[in-house]
């Protein structure tokens, strides 16, 4: 194994340890990094044999070190102050904006924030998130940038708007003033979900601003010195897209885009799942792929040109790291950078091309430019993938018997999706089975959309119309493309649902692809007239095989994480402003009470159900669903289930008995008529049969339904008792003061039992809202904890009021928000409380 691998795994494990709790002081870790290289040095000099040992301890702590000086950024105290307050901000562009349907975000350096009289400015980096207004297209027209000074037709002044460009015109090195909230970014709000606050914090970025109205233009055209290379790329990136934008209709320039910039923030949610499921997602990700072809044009043109090996590797690593930088240097095109650069020099000067060396070469140059790398899905699917197709391609090629370049087609995706299939458990929950097919299939054609994309690419920067042909063609390209991922994507089974697996899961995984690798690569054996030679290596090839059909077997049908046996467990999912709660039942019975969904208010293209809901319920390994509950029919109750449908397997469906034909609400019954699920329609005193030991009842709506009330949706709610031993938990969907009041005047006249009502555990009505305080109904459920689900809203919730009247009953207030998701689990005779967050546990 080249020692090149082996110090950069060291250095590796190094970075990796400053996040898993090894404490060692920075002064302590470069001590005995210099102490160990002091060691290698003598150990060399003497010429013993601990000189290797010496020297991966050396970059061992190395890595600890540089890594704990390059920890993610934190939030200057000074700053504090200024969170959830809308602040003043001004400062320079850092990098290009991205524009999504609905909003653009871009990050500012070296801010100065005011609220009122109050300011700072200091060294860090802020990020600007401004939705569009619904119904107006920002990326090609209004809403605008507006230059210092400059006004909107229509407005009160009535001057005619000067100089306005379009958002996505901002570059590096533009000062802009911004007004708006000033917050932390979020952080991961259910177990397993990505935490954008720590990703935002490893590129520097502290805080999150909503902006109120577009960015004003202070100062542009003038960058310093730090900006101008960077300001140069993203003209350039700009002038292709418009390019490939004037050629070509939406579908196919997104694509195009995707697949030649890296562009993915103009993908649609359903290509993205179409992507995934096809396991083709990593050509959005620029790669080897393209910048192969890249390197192969400046070698070209270096052999027209007669160059000698110095200038020819200049051009080379001109042209390889010119379009890295076009693209913003992702970890896949940094790392096929550095290993077409190594792999370039060793051809030039004629020395040993070793791939394993320069795939190691270029994960420690990453490392050392940025130690936060190691924690990023993107660097390590891309080195996985390609460490899989260096070490497993070739050996698989033994075992194939096709003829030569036949055989390459098959190993190397094959090959690749072997190194990916634990990472793409672990962040995505999915395993495609039809990658194999859809990358033998594909690959070829999106070569060709590259290679007639990058050639249209380098005429757009001299003039647009060159690159007209080339955009065309690469466009008609991306239709078969498209069209076949479509076909493949609705293969029933062609992508399993897999729970996420271990830290250990994984490291045994890639233990036993290595094992399998060296021993069909180093597995020589040779049969002789009278034995069979076998190298010892050539003994594991059948062991590691079967260990690997075992863990492959575990992925998928390994126990599924849920709660211990004998115990209910009820998860309050954060799904933002809506609802979700996922019961799980002592026998095995699985119940889902909403999705969350969009609100009406809000302009996110986000979908709870499919970014939230699915990905936890694959997490805990849930695949079959025996009950889905939509409480009442509103958007940010029902939106997200549809979702759930498409992707989980349902048994029955239960809804309140109202009438809401709304598109939303339709599309609903047609799902579940296309899935042949039934639904039934429940009221007060129906019961839900999902556990014998677990009693669970309709309390509301009533037989004659709530009318002329504020909101007859919000009253008629379905209202659940769920009960196990002496535990009980009441869900009490959106029902508001009359709801409330219908619930109570069953008890007094009669209808309903009083001993119905009392839970531990009560489900905030309406997500705290005013109206949904009552007295007599608090007195009546008596409960110890009340748990509001609850996101950014413009309505308040929870009110004051409501935290205040809860607090006055003694209860304990839980919200989704602050806390994430909040599970209980109980055995009947006590409440056991988990939050979202890890390390608040308690026990009541």
Known sequence: MPPLVLITFAFGVGAALTHAGVFITTAGGLAAAFIFLAGAIFSYWRGRRETPLFLLLCFGFGGYTWAALHQAAVLPPELEPFLTHYVKIQGTIAGRPVIYANRAVFTVKDPSVALGREAWRGPAKVQIVYYFPVGRDAVNGPPEVLQEGG???????????????????LLPGDRVMVQGRFDLPPKAGNPGDFDYRDYLARRGIVAQIKARSPPVVLESGRPGARDLLPRLFAAARLRVARGIDRFLPQD???FLKGILLGAKEEITPEDRDVYRRTGVMHLFAVSG???GFVLFFFLSLAGLLRSGRGFTFFLAAAGLLSYAALIGFPPSAARASVMGLAGTAAYLWHRRKDLLASLALAAFVMLVFNPGALFEPGFQLSFAAAWGIIYLAGPLGLYLPLPRGWKEVVTVPLAAQLALLPL????????????LIANILVVPVAGLVVNLGLAGMILALLHQGLAGPFFIAAGALTLPVQGMLDLLARVPGGTLAAPAPSWLFVAAWFALLTLFGWSTRSGIEVSF?????RAPA?????PSLLGLILAAFCLYWGPALGGAPGLLRVTFLNVGQGDCILVETPGGGKMLVDGGGKPAFSSSSFDPGREVVVPYLARRGIRRLDLAVNSHPHEDHLGGLLAVFENVKVKEAVAPPVAHPTPLWLKFEALLEEKGIPLHRVRAGAALRLDPEVEMRVLHPPLRLLTGTRSDLNNNSLVLHIRYGKIAFLLAGDIEKEGMAALVAGVQE???TRELFPAAVLKAPHHGSTAGIDLEFARLVRPQVVVISVGPNPFGHPSPEFLKFWQEQKATVLRTDSRGAITFETDGKELFLKTGYPGHVFRR
């Open 538 to 542: 050539r003994r594991w090839l059948l």
């Open 151 to 169: 006004g909107r037709e229509g407005d009160e002044s009535g001057k005619r708007e000067k100089g306005a460009v379009g958002i996505k015109k």
């Open 750 to 752: 009669g209808g309903q």
């Open 424 to 435: 793409l458990a672990l962040y995505f929950q999915q395993v495609p089975f039809l990658s």
């Open 252 to 254: 196919q320039a997104s």
């Open 529 to 533: 007239p009278h034995f069979r030679f």
């Open 289 to 291: 792929l393209h910048l």
